[in-house]
């Protein structure tokens, strides 16, 4: 038995196989999926774009910095934004979002599979660490707080699958 495992993880080792998978996950359901539904998407990176318009008697404006603050009063000079067209920024950025996630997902899936260049693979897996700490500090700032977790998950698999394919050669025992 212990022949066999060893020659299925010759044939496919398991960090290149985790890879292969984070690619799948970058590419469809964090990738395709988004771009198809971006507020079902925002919904699960932990941004959530919301369905309708506020009720307050209070209005929403944005200020020099191009954030938004509640305000009782609008002034004339600076411009207001309506609900619509803030929601189709939001949706916008989400987009830009999945579309870089496609964009890993294509890059993962030509390292890993087309090139079958292990150190490569290794370096565009662990690289991905960048956009994930990104994505945990602007959902741990301005999202839901509950959906952290998840970018812990991909924190994790950036360092320990990247670092696995940089450390261990195709050849090197694993035990």
């Known amino acids: 038995m212990a022949t066999q495992a060893r020659n299925f993880f010759q044939r496919f080792p398991p960090a290149e196989c985790l890879a292969l998978f984070i ?29 309708s318009s506020s009720t307050s008697s209070s209005s929403n404006k944005r200020n020099a910095s191009g954030l938004f603050s509640e305000s009782t009063t609008v002034s004339s000079t600076e411009p207001t934004y309506s609900f619509e067209e803030d929601q189709k920024t939001k949706k916008a950025l989400i987009a830009a979002i999945a579309a870089r996630n496609v964009q890993n997902g294509i890059l993962l899936f030509t390292f890993g599979l087309v090139l079958r260049d292990r150190k490569s693979l290794g370096v565009a897996v662990a690289a991905g660490l ?20 998840g970018h812990y998950v991909g924190i994790f698999n950036s360092l320990a699958i990247g670092g696995s394919l940089l450390y261990w050669g195709r050849d090197d025992p694993l035990w």
């Open 23 to 51: 690619a799948t996950l970058e590419l469809v359901p964090f990738g395709i999926a988004g771009l198809s539904n971006p507020a079902a998407f925002a919904d699960g990176y932990g941004l959530p774009i919301q369905g």
């Open 130 to 149: 960048v956009a994930t700490l990104a994505d945990t500090v602007i959902v741990k700032a301005y999202g839901a707080k509950d959906k952290i977790a």
